[in-house]
């Protein structure tokens, strides 16, 4: 069975990372900016965007620049969060006029680590893009990026991406898009897989990965089969 999508990237599409310049962050705008896609890293600090950005631009041979999280949100068209949990909220109850009318794609992954390991955390709206839905209602919130590992994103030697990416969302040309973006990494492949109302247990999945890499010292992904 082929994946039923034909959706392709638009041509200038300019893809907006906040927290770009956190291994999550600048593993995916590496990966970006590596497969043609104009990039624009955000950060609460732009001197540290723009520093980032430049090596990225220099080993990807890629369009990235660095800005404040408010200038980068203006400037892309598709915007990915990638912060850490303890400061999504704030975010973006504070770039709802930067991200209106954009497509928000949210990879945040709310978990807590004790001497047992990583767990799922609660989330009084269901899961962290139930949350960035709410906050944003003048965006179109797309939850994917969520099983990709860092260390991979950000190894030089990993040609391919070896990992099928799970896009969930309510708009269906928002979710062909970020299929189509994950799919022109090389070795990754964007599969729609649902609603926002289903994107707690694929957060929480995250928390399982993280038990398989430590067990086996491994930075494993996921493949759906027969799709």
Not at 195 to 204: P, Y
């Amino acid at each position: 069975m082929t994946d039923p999508q034909t959706t392709t990237l638009p041509e200038g599409l300019t893809v907006a990372v906040l927290g770009g310049t956190g291994p999550q962050g600048r593993g995916l705008a590496r990966r970006f900016a590596g497969a043609g896609v104009r990039v624009v890293l955000g950060s609460r600090d732009a001197g540290r965007a723009q520093a980032t950005a430049a090596d990225l631009a220099a080993a990807t041979s890629g369009d990235v620049t660095g800005e404040d999280n408010a200038a980068a949100a203006r400037a892309g068209d598709v915007v990915v969060v990638a912060v850490p949990w303890e400061g999504h909220a704030e975010l973006l109850a504070g770039l709802r006029g930067e991200l209106a009318g954009k497509v928000v794609v949210d990879c945040v992954n709310p978990l807590g680590f004790d001497k047992r390991g990583a767990f799922a955390l609660a989330v009084p709206e269901g899961s962290a893009a139930e949350q960035a839905a709410g906050l944003l209602p003048d965006s179109r919130v797309v939850a994917a990026f969520h099983h990709v590992s860092a260390v991979v994103l950000e190894d030089p030697g990993v040609a391919e991406v070896d990992t099928d990416v799970m896009v969930l969302g309510e708009d269906r040309e928002a979710t062909d898009l970020v299929q189509a973006l994950a799919s022109a990494v090389p070795g990754m492949r964007g599969v729609y897989a649902g609603r926002l109302r289903n994107a707690h247990q694929v957060e929480a999945l995250t928390a399982n990965l993280i038990s398989v890499n430590r067990r086996y010292k491994a930075h494993a992904g996921l493949r759906v089969t027969d799709v």
